[in-house]
């Protein structure tokens, strides 16, 4: 069963979603979020001929520790000074039943590579206020050092205590432009 989306140009509203990411560090994961982005999500009347753009602040990641924080930031990590944004554009869409597989190419650090993102449709419909919303998960894993965020830290001869395959979650709501964000 596919399902059936208005076509048309939507915003992403930042007030409802969300970008996560996720590392191992020794034996836990490290999770944070990138609290500034925008993009578009252009719904086309074919869904195949989707698109997506989206662009993020670097600077603006989270972790919950303001010194682990400024270290991702720095050049060891995102170089957020030398590289303020990463950007995602869409290449295609793959459509089997329900489930979506998002292609793009994503920029890190000057770096472009391609990515295949799981998407999953959450839904849409009229908010309180009235405007038309749609709903998207989406998911991968990249390795972070293909970007050169690969700084690292270990003993001398020791394991490496950052893993490389980080993991992207997004939650999507995006709305008609123009209309309210609440």
């Known amino acids: 069963m596919s399902i059936d989306i208005r076509p048309g140009r939507y915003d992403i509203d930042l007030v409802h979603s969300s970008i996560e990411f ?7 994961r490290v999770r944070g979020t990138f609290g500034a982005f925008s993009g578009v999500v252009e ?3 074919d869904l195949r001929k989707s698109t997506v753009t989206a662009t993020i602040d670097v600077a603006s990641l989270t972790t919950g520790v303001a010194a682990r ?11 957020a000074a030398g590289h303020p944004q990463a950007t ?6 793959d459509a089997d039943g329900d489930r979506y597989t998002l292609h793009g190419d994503l920029t ?9 993102l799981d998407v999953y449709f959450t839904g849409d419909g009229e908010d309180h206020l009235g405007s038309f919303r749609l709903g998207f998960r989406a998911s991968t894993r990249v390795s972070r050092s293909a970007f050169g965020v690969d700084g690292n ?3 001398p001869g020791g394991p490496l205590l950052i893993g490389d395959a980080t993991d992207l979650t997004l939650e999507i709501q ?3 432009p123009g209309e309210a964000d609440d």
């Open 43 to 45: 719904v086309g009347d």
């Open 69 to 79: 924080d400024e270290h991702l930031r720095s050049a060891d990590f995102f170089d």
């Open 22 to 28: 996720s590392t191992r560090f020794v034996a836990a």
């Open 174 to 176: 995006a709305l008609v």
């Open 153 to 155: 830290v270990s003993a």
């Open 108 to 116: 890190i650090r000057g770096t472009t590579l391609p990515v295949h």
């Open 88 to 93: 995602f554009t869409s290449t295609g869409l």
